[in-house]
């Protein structure tokens, strides 16, 4: 049992190791190859638009990614009975219903007073 999870955490720990080693050779790479960009800008351009682009460039893929981060995955539903119910749109009650509750209602509370008034007459039972 403890074989099995001491094998899991080496493995974690393995592949947080070899990810941390990838991210700083992609920031390296990232950064010689901007330095590159810089230096071609320059000479192709001046200055002031080589810093443009390059900063232009990081500025869409850093947009970008902000957009990929705050977008909601799109999840199917798995149980058929809560998708089927999600899918139907709720049933409105047309007026012939909404007319027969409120009679109803009414019916209700009409037999509580007409019960009240019988059972008690000025704070007093008869």
Known sequence: MFGAI???ARLAARRAA???AGALLLM???????VAAWIGLVQATDTLTAALVIGGA???LALIAFA?????PRV????PYVAAAMATPPRHKSGLEEAGGIAA???SGLNAGSAAR???HRGREH
Request: without cysteine; aromatic residues 20%.
């Open 6 to 8: 001491e094998m899991k």
């Open 18 to 20: 070899f990810s941390l």
């Open 28 to 34: 390296v790479g990232l950064a010689f190859l901007t």
């Open 58 to 60: 990081y500025t869409g």
């Open 68 to 72: 990929f981060a705050i977008r909601r």
């Open 76 to 79: 199917p539903m798995r149980d």
């Open 105 to 107: 209602a009414f019916m």
């Open 118 to 120: 019988n059972g008690f």
